[in-house]
């Protein structure tokens, strides 16, 4: 469940228990799976506002060759660490970030904004935001070079990951300040008949991924479990 783009993969990577005897993240092993192998099938999973962000996929008595595991047989969980590392750091979201800065920006300097009243604080929330986002991006250039060093690394990955998914949704929290109104209809969902936008040509989009973002708290690994792994 929840596989994002599994519609497009040419392969999937899947941790499967092969030693049913062996204590918990033990006797697990990592194997590459191609999608058009017998037995896999597909099926979309909408979300709420009717898109096709994820799928289930089934694995009906499938067939993979012994040559397409990663790792040793049972060493299954040392390579998904080290890939859920990776992913962690690249959903720090630093590029995204600064996409939704730049479009916060292009918003409050367009004319539509004139009868929206913001908050008497939102540009100190907003100049907070942006020296986070620095210094987001600082430790994720600091992490970048001590893998180009071959160093070791160790909870950043996770320490990015949270501090990244709770940037955009505070970000997105502003966002939707600055379209006002504007963010109330989902309208090419709601109202499909009518799917010219109320206000900007984006304040649909922009609503719409609020939503979504949110959802940046469990993908990857749920922020508490990231808790647990700065913590230790
Ligand atoms: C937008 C999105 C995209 C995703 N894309 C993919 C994908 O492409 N491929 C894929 O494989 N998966 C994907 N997922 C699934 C995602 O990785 C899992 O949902 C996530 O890791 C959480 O696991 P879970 O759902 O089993 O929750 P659980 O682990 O069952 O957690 C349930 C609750 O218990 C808490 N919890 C669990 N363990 C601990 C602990 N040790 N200490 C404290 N609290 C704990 C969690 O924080 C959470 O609140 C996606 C999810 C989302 C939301």
Known sequence: ?????????????????TDPAAKKQLGISFLLIDMNTPGIEVRPLLAFNGKRLWNQVFFSDVRVPRHNRLGDENQGWTVAKNLLGNERFMVSRVAENKRILSRL???????????????ADFFKRLAALEIRLG??????????????SGLSIGAEPSMLKLLGSQLVQELDRLLYEVIAYCGLPLD?????DDPVPVCS?????????????RGYTIAGGTSEVQHNIIAK
């Open 1 to 17: 469940i929840w596989t994002s783009a599994a519609e497009h993969a040419d392969y999937i990577f899947a941790l499967v228990r």
């Open 135 to 148: 210094g987001l991006e600082a430790m994720a250039s600091r992490l970048l070079g001590r893998f180009d």
């Open 188 to 192: 090419s969902v709601s109202r499909p």
């Open 105 to 119: 920006h292009e918003l409050l300097a367009s004319p539509q904004q004139v009868d929206i009243v913001l908050e």
């Open 201 to 213: 040509d984006s304040s649909d989009m922009i609503a719409s991924a609020m939503f979504h973002h």
